[in-house]
């Protein structure tokens, strides 16, 4: 594998490094695992690898060609989908998976390699694609050319066609331990001792999470509003919590609801520890007098009552029928202040 950030991740590095050294390639691996975790991250240092052309025992040189090539993202053997920006965001135009983008991967899959012994593809976030674009990869998947190699990402296996997965190397990730992260913050990506314990804290081991916020100009800034906000509304009247329920469910491409679910039930669950006297166990190590001043103000049976609520939310948001009436529940049972 590359020199590149992998962190963790050591049973899948140690394998995917096997089956390269081994000559035992799968032609298709699905990395599957939380957001952030370091799926693409973990998929990206094995196509390196792959093309690499100076590669030893299962590592890429970090030097050659085909190495500046893919750091530079102009690797005509490596594709990206659904391309991203320069700062690896998703590209707003064309971020998403259509049926003729699985057109270009069947058409692009039969050529030859421009440079090396492999064409990788790298198919993000698989599990948002629609069942023509699933389709026509399962094409692909059935009978791919021996110089082929899919690499998909996906949040959760479930989602995606069986006949898919069944086809794949399935890579479970497991998210980082709070160590882990910390001090990979603090050594590779040079963030200073408390922000690297705070966003460690926070980022339920997820990497990618911690180090996007590192790169923000005011780290933590949209979480922080959003948690002010949730605070705002537990205040707020039915009228007022409703009209914010409708403005999530207008604006849920911009605001995806699922990190702010997340958000919301850490916010919750460290209320009720902090109800618990387990102050010290809270993530949000930042907020402890807001959580000790929020312990005292609402009523222990009514967070935990929400932090069912906020469960079994989510749960209907992933099959959903009705993302509004959802969203109306979700407002209209959070607790509201004894004072
Ligand atoms: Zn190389």
Redesign the pocket.
Known sequence: M?EGPVVGHQWAVELLQNSIRCDTLRHAYLFVGAAQVGKSTLARSFA??L?????ADGR?????????L?RAATHPDFFLLPPTDRDGRPDRENGIHRAEQAGDIIRQALLHPVEGRYKVFLIQDAHKANASFANKLLKTLEEPPAHVVLCLTAQDRSALLPTIVSRCQVLALRPLGEQAVEDALRTRWEASPQQAALLARLSNGRLGWAVQQLKEEEPLADRNQRLTELRELSRSSRVARLAFAQKLAAARSQTPLFPLLALWTGWWRDVMLAQSDCLDQCANVDLLDELAAAARDFRRTEVQAYLRTLSRIEGYLHHTVNTGLALDVLLLQMPRPLV
Request: positive net charge.
């Open positions: 590359s390196q690898t093309l690499c052309t100076g590669a890429a040189c970090g030097s050659c060609r085909s190495c500046r893919l």
